[in-house]
Nanobody, 117 residues
Framework: EVQLVESGGGLVQAGGSLRLSCAASGFTFDDYGIGWFRQAPGKEREGVSCISNTDGSTYYAKFLKGRFTISSDNAKNTVYLQMNSLKPEDTAVYYC??????????WGQGTQVTVSS
């Protein structure tokens, strides 16, 4: 079964940190770039960060200003998102997926990140 399972979200105060994990199964992980996306209530899903499967290059949304770091452990089919200096505007459900999202691979349930002020 093709599956993406996100974990690691929670409730933190502004300025705090979280580390999100994305466990992938059912497809060849190394064949795809993997990205993190987020969706806040009333807003469209937006890309946050992605990592290349070819050379490991990483890319970040401009609004992050160096606060997040994406990494991967290909042996474990897992991608991580280290989130530091969190702000209330980071509050959203965070998802991982192939980057760009590939048809035929379902979205997971995501993990909720809530940042209080």
């Amino acid at each position: 079964e093709v599956q993406l399972v996100e974990s690691g979200g929670g409730l933190v105060q502004a300025g705090g940190s979280l580390r999100l994990s994305c466990a992938a199964s059912g497809f060849t992980f190394d064949d795809y770039g993997i990205g993190w996306f987020r969706q806040a209530p009333g807003k469209e899903r937006e890309g946050v960060s992605c990592i290349s499967n070819t050379d490991g290059s990483t890319y970040y949304a401009k609004f992050l200003k160096g606060r997040f770091t994406i990494s991967s452990d290909n042996a474990k089919n897992t991608v991580y998102l280290q989130m530091n200096s969190l702000k209330p505007e980071d509050t959203a459900v965070y998802y991982c997926h192939t980057s760009p999202p590939a048809l035929g691979i379902p979205w997971g349930q995501g993990t909720q990140v809530t940042v209080s002020s």
